[in-house]
Nanobody
Framework: QVQLLESGGGLVQAGESLRLSCVAS????????MGWFRQVPGKEREFVAA????????YHAASVKGRFTISRDNAKNTVYLQMNSLKPEDTAVYYC??????????????????WGQGTQVTVSS
């Protein structure tokens, strides 16, 4: 099993920044791809960004590209999501996810086996 614990959410004003962290523990060698997703009530979970533990390759959703950056620190088993120039429409619960591969399908929630409990991000206008 892999446990994922997110932190760093909060309430900010539009234009400000936040950095989310996701610490992985347990059988972390079984995960190769990590992702961030977000969800608002009544809507499907939305892909934000993904990263390969091994190569560090990343890709980001069009809606956040240029504003958000996913990164990882292998020594700390931690994945980050740096969020700049936040907008009210970025308000959501943000989830960290771990999967057994990193691929062009890593935007799909069903590619991931492990999920964190989520952290709330609220951006006021």
């Amino acid at each position: 099993q892999v446990q994922l614990l997110e932190s760093g959410g909060g309430l900010v004003q539009a234009g400000e920044s936040l950095r989310l962290s996701c610490v992985a523990s347990g059988r972390t060698f079984s995960t190769y791809g990590m992702g961030w997703f977000r969800q608002v009530p009544g809507k499907e979970r939305e892909f934000v960004a993904a990263i390969s533990w091994i190569s560090g390759s990343t890709y980001h959703a069009a809606s956040v590209k240029g504003r958000f950056t996913i990164s990882r620190d292998n020594a700390k088993n931690t994945v980050y999501l740096q969020m700049n120039s936040l907008k009210p429409e970025d308000t959501a619960v943000y989830y960290c996810a771990g999967g057994q591969r990193y691929s062009l399908s890593s935007y799909r929630p069903d590619e991931y086996n492990y999920w964190g409990q989520g952290t709330q991000v609220t951006v006021s206008s």
